[in-house]
């Protein structure tokens, strides 16, 4: 019984980590549904991990290390390739200039800097009840959220309010891979989830962030993944002096 104990958010671990296993390959093979089911599935696996350790008080070193390891995969090579999908179409151009190699490898640069965050996240001590940078998982549904909404518009060949295949072109792409990959080691705070407090002042952030999100969710449906994300990050900026 003890085993389980111990083990079960472990394997709520490895299972998000299979998951984003599944959903790099559905990805190179252009199945673009099925990886986004994956990506949900390790989403809510990711938060399991965490809350079965805390219930159980089963937290360990050897599961902070497997969280960090599976969340490179999930939601750090999982963007990396999307990005790289997002690319492959341009060849060697961009900004004018033909490159000596694929366009679509630069994808990859969220990979490492989504690696370099992992590391940084588990030798800080200070992200107990906000996040230093944009966390890997958000930065993950972002990158997503666009990639599903431009092959949906590709799939159906429907107008849309956000006409996607005219906007990320290969310079505004490879422009947001290097924001994305400073956000994820910038040092902004990032609200977090966690309640300090349940001081009605004490999260304002979350309680503005929740009731925006909600009204995208309303107006926009799923065409507003990727905008609760900015959101996200502007009300962050905006409440920077509450989060500690």
């Given at each position: 019984m003890n085993f389980i104990k111990n083990n079960l958010a472990n394997a709520f671990t490895l299972a998000n980590l299979f998951s984003g296993c599944v959903g790099v390959i559905h990805?190179?093979?252009?199945?673009y549904k099925t990886a986004g089911f994956c990506l949900i599935l390790s989403l809510v696996l990711d938060f399991f991990d965490g809350f079965v350790a805390r219930a159980l008080k089963s937290n360990s070193n050897l599961g902070v290390q497997l969280d960090s390891l599976a969340d490179m995969v999930s939601f750090g090579f999982f963007p990396g390739v999307v990005l790289y999908k997002f690319l492959e179409v341009y060849g060697h151009t961009a900004f004018g200039i033909d490159f000596p190699f694929e366009i679509k490898y630069l994808g990859f640069f969220v990979t490492l800097f989504s690696c370099l965050r992992l590391a940084i996240f588990n030798l800080d001590e200070e992200q107990t009840y906000y996040f230093k940078g944009l966390n890997t998982?958000?930065?993950?549904?972002?990158?997503?959220?666009l990639y599903f909404l431009n092959q949906n518009q590709i799939a159906s060949n429907t107008a849309s309010f956000l006409e996607l295949n005219n906007i990320l072109n290969a310079e505004v792409?490879?422009?947001?891979?290097?924001?994305?990959?400073?956000?994820?080691?910038?040092?902004?705070?990032?609200?977090?989830?966690?309640?300090?407090?349940m001081k009605l002042e004490d999260n304002h952030p979350k309680l503005a962030l929740l009731?925006?999100?909600i009204i995208l969710l309303i107006a926009l449906g799923v065409n507003a993944i990727p905008f609760l994300v900015i959101y996200y990050i502007l009300i962050s900026l905006v409440f920077q002096k509450q989060l500690k």
């Open positions: 990805l190179l093979n252009n199945d998982p958000t930065n993950t549904v972002f990158l997503f959220g792409l490879i422009v947001l891979t290097i924001i994305c990959s400073w956000l994820l080691v910038s040092p902004i705070k990032m609200i977090s989830m966690k309640f300090k407090s009731i925006g999100g």
